[in-house]
Nanobody, 124 residues
Framework: QVQVAESGGGLVQAGDSVRLSCTASGRTLSSFTMGWFRRGPGKEREFVAAIYWNDGTTQYADSVNERFTISRDNARTTVYLQMNSLRPEDTATYYC?????????????????WGQGTQVTVSS
């Protein structure tokens, strides 16, 4: 089993920046992808960004491309989501997840282990 824990959410104003962190612990995986998803009020869950741990390949949703950056700290098995130029429509609960796969993916079904989520609220 892999435990996933997010942190770093909060209430910010439009245009501000926030960095989310996510740490995976427990079972060691030989290859995996860590990703961020979000669910806004009244919306479906959507993919945000993902990184394939073994080579650093990344993917982004079009809505966050060039505003958000996903990165990793290999030593800490921690992934970060740097969110810049935040907009009210970025308001959501952000979830971190781990997929025990050998490539980067944005497909929710590939992600087996999920965190509880952290709230990000962007006021206008």
């Amino acid at each position: 089993q892999v435990q996933v824990a997010e942190s770093g959410g909060g209430l910010v104003q439009a245009g501000d920046s926030v960095r989310l962190s996510c740490t995976a612990s427990g079972r060691t995986l030989s290859s995996f992808t860590m990703g961020w998803f979000r669910r806004g009020p009244g919306k479906e869950r959507e993919f945000v960004a993902a990184i394939y741990w073994n080579d650093g390949t990344t993917q982004y949703a079009d809505s966050v491309n060039e505003r958000f950056t996903i990165s990793r700290d290999n030593a800490r098995t921690t992934v970060y989501l740097q969110m810049n130029s935040l907009r009210p429509e970025d308001t959501a609960t952000y979830y971190c997840a781990v997929a025990p796969i050998t490539y980067v993916s944005r497909i929710p079904g590939a992600f087996i282990f999920w965190g509880q989520g952290t709230q990000v609220t962007v006021s206008s």
